[in-house]
């Protein structure tokens, strides 16, 4: 995936930041959700994005790739600001891809469908080397056998690999994750987890809300903790779990790990 | 899916006692005793009417269908006349039958895939008016909408002399709605051929574009090349053809009008009265079908970076037609029944002709037969097409 940033995200920020928000605010009506978010994101950087419940991570993540408007402050990703403007639009979200917590797979395509829809639409590629890709990256999920299935035949851990090997096949510089593992069975968690590692090892940028702090201490370059739509603490794991500096960053860690 | 431990235990029950107690007795016994009233009462029915019949001396079968109607019939897809035989006049009555069925589910599904549509826009008065299109439609007896429509053209349009002339050569009175037609010539019928060429070319031309984008992923304009060849090829063969422009305009002599095609009032009724009575509810098919897919597919595709356009069609629609398909299937079936309201206006439809020819006749059992026969022809021909249909787009599920 190793790609130089884009002469423009250097000139415009100055640093090799692939994603650079700056003094982001958010609303939801009268509901201030985000509140000055300044976030500057490395190239091939891996950042954990916790806190509790309704804090604003979701928010926080889509906007990243428009799936929220933000109203006040710049985001830029890999050189692009985004504004109203959909081609722009369409352009970042062809480099960044995302999972949800909910899969979200198409049910009337089988898994290999899914995969190829948006190189063939998006990318257009022929369909033989889309469908090579594909078969790449499902084996590399490991679900390369189930192929030919729909989605409504496997498993959420299985689902949820399939939705990841689909992002990955736009070949993505960035990839999003929203609590990827948390609407999965207890058994299905390592699985998913195993493969977010080695997608993590192949030096991928990536950003993930998630509450799986092991994944956080072995591959996060950075935690970042949010409450109340306000980044409240970033740091690098070790700093993070062992030595908290707020208070509301203590109370969220003892809460999580008492479980 | 192991069903061993159940047909253990059906096992264990199963003695060579026979008691009412015993569920497979029971089912036996009530079995035997509804099918024997059944056959006693289909019996009686049978006896009882074969008796009435004789006694009114009235002979069963269909040989009446040969004979000479002589009632008139105010409007026919085919030529007839009085002299015509029962067949003939019923044959009338079931094409018309099929063209307002036909006409009224094209008018209705457009007409209540745009309100549905409308009833999930942002724009709020558009909403409002969509929701408020439904409740009335939906509430109205379609009886009553009948008239309405009906009494719009007879009682409020004005007189053939004084015809409403809103386009050169289109005419609204109280006998209907008159518009020019071409006048005969062989490029018409040339016309007809060129545009089934279009249509085969524009099938083949999707195909070629399909097999185009698997080789090289180039997506080539499918839906813009099909409307050029489909109205194209017949525009071509009107300009090769000496593009004869000779229309047949109706005109007044004496008290009606002569030349042009003809919509009848009753025709006109019938056909706008159930379309949109029935648009009414597939508007509510096609909104909670739209509805009914999450809106994280949206979501998932938008991020994948699909346009909102291929998002609709390659992820939204397919989706939404499945939940659609089958409630669609079913307002069809009601909007073709509901056609033998035309019986109240005096439309000429299946059911309004072998009316005439039970009265006449005293054939009611044959006359019924061949109406039941006929709905359910067409009922499950359309039944047939939207199951065959809901297969191709059904999903698999875990
Ligand atoms: N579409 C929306 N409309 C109004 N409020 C919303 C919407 N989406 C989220 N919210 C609110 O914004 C807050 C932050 O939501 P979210 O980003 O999903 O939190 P998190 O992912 O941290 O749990 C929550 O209080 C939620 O109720
Ligand atoms: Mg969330």
């Known amino acids: 995936m190793a790609t130089t940033t884009s002469a423009a995200a250097q000139r415009q920020t100055g640093t090799d930041a692939i994603i650079q928000c700056v003094g982001v605010h958010k609303w939801y009506g009268e509901f201030h959700v985000l509140k000055d978010i300044n976030l500057s994101v490395r190239k091939g950087e ?107 035949q496997l498993s959420g851990g299985q689902q949820q690999r399939v939705a990841i090997a689909r992002s990955l096949c736009m070949s993505p510089k960035i990839m999003l994750f929203d609590e990827p593992t948390s609407a999965l069975d207890p058994e299905m968690v390592k699985e998913v987890l195993d493969v977010m590692i080695g997608l993590a090892e192949t030096g991928m940028t990536m950003l993930c809300v998630t509450h799986e702090m092991g994944f956080a201490k072995s591959v996060a370059d950075r935690v970042i903790f949010m409450d109340r739509g306000e980044i409240v603490e970033q740091n690098t794991p070790d700093e993070f779990f062992t030595n908290p500096r707020s208070e509301r960053t203590r109370l969220f860690l003892s809460q999580i790990l008492s479980h | 899916m192991t069903s061993e431990s159940g047909g253990a235990g059906r096992g264990a029950h199963s003695g060579f006692t026979l008691s009412i107690n015993d569920p497979t007795v029971r089912a036996v016994v009530f079995q035997v005793l509804i099918i024997g009233a059944v056959v006693l009462l289909g019996w009686w029915l049978v006896h009882n009417t074969l008796d009435n019949l004789a006694r009114r001396s009235i002979a069963t ?40 069925s036909v006409i009224g589910i094209i008018v209705a599904t457009v007409i209540g895939t745009l309100v549905g549509i409308a009833r999930l826009s942002s724009n709020w008065l558009l909403a409002k008016l969509a929701s408020l299109y439904v409740e009335v439609v939906r509430n ?5 909408q009948l008239f309405v429509w009906y009494a719009v053209i ?13 386009l050169p050569g289109v005419f609204l009175s109280q006998r209907g709605i008159k518009i020019p037609v071409p006048e005969s010539d062989p490029v018409w019928n040339w016309m007809i051929v060129a545009l089934l060429v279009g249509v ?35 525009l071509l063969t009107w300009l090769v053809g000496g593009a004869p422009t000779a229309m047949d305009v109706p005109r007044v002599q004496g008290f009606n009008f002569v030349g042009g095609a003809t919509m009848s009032p009753e025709f006109f009724a019938i056909l706008f009265g159930l379309s949109i009575y029935t648009a009414g ?22 991020s994948l970076g699909l346009s909102s356009g291929n998002t609709l069609r390659l992820v939204v629609l397919p989706q939404a037609l499945r939940v659609i398909v089958p409630p669609l299937t079913s307002q069809y079936l009601n909007l073709t029944k509901n056609s033998s309201l035309a019986l109240a206006i005096g439309y000429p439809d299946l059911v309004s002709i072998a009316n005439t020819t039970i ?22 021909g359309i039944s047939l097409f939207m199951n065959w249909y809901n297969k191709r787009i059904a999903l698999v599920e875990r």
């Open chain 1, 46 to 152: 891996r950042i954990v994005v916790c806190g509790p419940s309704g804090s604003g991570k979701s928010t926080l993540i889509r906007c990243i790739n428009r799936l929220e408007e933000h109203q006040r402050g710049q985001i830029i990703v890999d050189g692009i600001e985004l504004t109203n403007n959909l081609k722009n639009i369409e352009l970042v979200r062809r480099e960044v891809g995302m999972v949800f917590q909910h899969f979200n797979l198409f049910p009337h395509l089988t898994v290999l469908e899914n995969c190829t829809l948006a190189p063939i639409w998006v990318r257009r590629q022929p369909k033989a080397e889309a469908e090579a890709t594909a078969m790449k990256y499902l084996e590399r999920v490991q679900i390369a056998s189930q192929a030919n299935k729909f989605p409504g």
């Open chain 2, 140 to 144: 109205v007896p379609p009886l009553l």
């Open chain 2, 359 to 380: 009265n006449q006749t005293g054939q009611s059992i044959e006359g019924v037969a061949m109406i039941m026969g006929t709905y359910l022809t067409i009922s499950l």
């Open chain 2, 281 to 302: 509810f597939i508007a509510e098919v096609v909104r909670s079908g739209i509805v009914a897919v999450n809106w994280g597919q949206t979501e998932a595709a938008r």
């Open chain 2, 200 to 234: 085969a070319a524009a099938i083949a031309m999707t195909r070629w574009a399909r097999a185009r984008q698997a080789r090289t992923g180039q997506p080539f304009p499918v839906g813009l090349a099909s409307l050029g060849l489909i109205f194209g090829m017949p």
């Open chain 2, 154 to 166: 007879t009682e409020s349009m004005p007189s053939v002399r004084e015809a409403f002339n809103p």
């Open chain 2, 61 to 100: 079968g269909f040989g009446f269908l040969e004979r000479e109607a002589s009632f008139g019939i105010g409007e026919s897809m085919i030529d007839y006349h009085p002299r015509d035989s029962y067949g003939r006049a019923f044959l009338v009555g079931v094409l018309n039958t099929l063209k307002v």
